[in-house]
């Protein structure tokens, strides 16, 4: 990582945390330094109306500070939205550390990290990201108590993937019978782009309903894998935004509902597992809009992991974790409506409810 120097009595001319464009009226940024370890991370709460800040810690080899606090912003924004939208009594928060993790990622940071989490008294409780493991949130919670993510034999609720998947099958299967009148899958033409851990349970889930499954990735050996094992076809196009598809579903990145892509699209639905699949969510969300694109928010359809990690702190079942999940398909249908109604964006939509519950609170706590 770059580090920007500055010289004596030199002053940045833009304000450093309040002043950028990713700070929402956060709560409480917290920067966390240990020379021992080498740790560098950055603790982002953004919202506690509903209950502690729960978000997963990303360790990623950021090129600048700025880039990680960005970062940590904006994450901790979407947790807040995304467990709101979805009922949960949990508020929004992430963290960061800065490093790599495949070389710089060892015992004593992650224990030294959880020193921090843990000197928030619960206020922010951690869970795994990019770059974390299971075992990594095992040595986080030999330190505090305010973890999940853990191992099973340590009370952890296991891979949130699969639940994941089931999630966006159902916000998936609300935006169809939102465009086609018709929430049936069978005979419907998906294209999941990204076939890793959530991708395959998708296509799966996909598949059992008979639905047609293209499906694209980097890795040609899974491409192989999944195919043969599922039926699905591997996309032999050469642009598989413009595929002629009902359904094109982001499974891998972020941002590939963008100026380039949006013209080539033909899906009549877009819905995936990908984390901020709207480059601009406003702009992107109204482009699609006026194309009469359905978009099922990612936020919202991608919530099963957190209802998967509430489960650990909630202390309920596999029963009540998918009867949670499945309740997706019937608040997408909602938000659908919704947007219809007032005439704009389905994230916008997603985003007002979010906003309108967490204010209700607020409202209920000071009165
Ligand atoms: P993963 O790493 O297991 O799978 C991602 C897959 O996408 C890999 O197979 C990879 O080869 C493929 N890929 C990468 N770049 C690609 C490209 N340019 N084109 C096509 N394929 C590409 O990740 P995952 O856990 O399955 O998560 C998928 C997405 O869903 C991510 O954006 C993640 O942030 C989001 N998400 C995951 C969960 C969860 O529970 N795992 C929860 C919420 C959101």
Redesign the pocket.
């Known amino acids: 990582m770059t580090t920007e120097l500055l010289q004596p009595g030199e002053l940045r001319k833009v304000a450093p945390v309040f002043g950028q464009l990713s700070f929402d009226d956060h709560e409480q940024i917290v920067f966390c330094y240990d020379k021992d370890t080498g740790l560098k991370a950055i603790i982002g709460i953004h919202n506690t109306v509903l209950g502690p800040a729960l978000g997963g810690t990303r360790m990623w080899n950021y090129a600048t500070e700025w880039e990680a606090l960005n970062d940590v912003l904006r994450l901790s924004r979407g947790m807040t939205y995304k467990s709101a939208v979805t009922g949960l009594n949990l508020g929004g928060g992430k963290a960061v550390i800065i490093g790599d993790a495949k070389t710089q990622k060892t015992p004593e940071l992650m224990r030294k990290f959880a020193e921090y989490v843990h000197s928030l008294g619960g206020k922010y409780i951690t869970a795994e990201d990019?770059g974390m493991e299971t075992s990594d949130m095992d040595l986080v919670r030999d330190v505090t108590p305010y973890v999940t993510g853990v191992s099973e034999s340590r009370g952890g609720a296991g891979n949130?993937?699969p639940?994941?998947a089931y999630g966006v099958f159902m916000g998936m299967k609300a935006a169809v019978a939102h465009k086609f009148g018709s929430d049936r899958m069978e005979g419907r033409t998906v294209l999941v782009?990204?076939?890793?851990?959530?991708?395959e349970a998708l296509v799966s889930y996909l598949a059992e309903e008979g639905a047609k499954v293209y499906i694209?990735?980097?890795?040609e050996d899974?491409l192989e894998a999944v195919s043969d094992k599922y039926g699905a076809v591997i996309y032999a196009g050469d642009d598989l935004y413009g595929a002629e598809v009902d359904v094109y579903a982001p499974?891998?990145?972020?941002a590939t509902i963008n100026d380039d892509t949006i013209g080539r699209l033909r899906a009549g639905v877009v819905a995936g597992?990908?984390?901020n699949q709207l480059a601009d969510e406003n702009r992107h969300g109204l482009m699609l809009r006026e194309k009469g694109i359905v978009y099922a928010p990612d936020f919202l359809i991608?919530a099963?992991?957190i209802i998967n990690v509430y489960a650990e702190l909630e202390g309920y079942g596999r029963d009540e974790i998918m009867r949670k999940t499945e309740n997706i398909y019937h608040t997408t249908r909602e938000i659908l409506a919704d947007a219809d109604a007032h005439e704009c964006t389905s994230h916008q939509s997603a985003l007002r409810v979010a906003r309108e519950r967490i204010e209700a609170r607020r409202k209920e706590k000071t009165a």
């Open positions: 990019v949130p993937s639940v994941t782009q990204g076939i890793g851990h959530v991708g694209t990735d980097i890795n899974r499974c891998a990145l972020g597992a990908a984390n991608n099963g992991g």
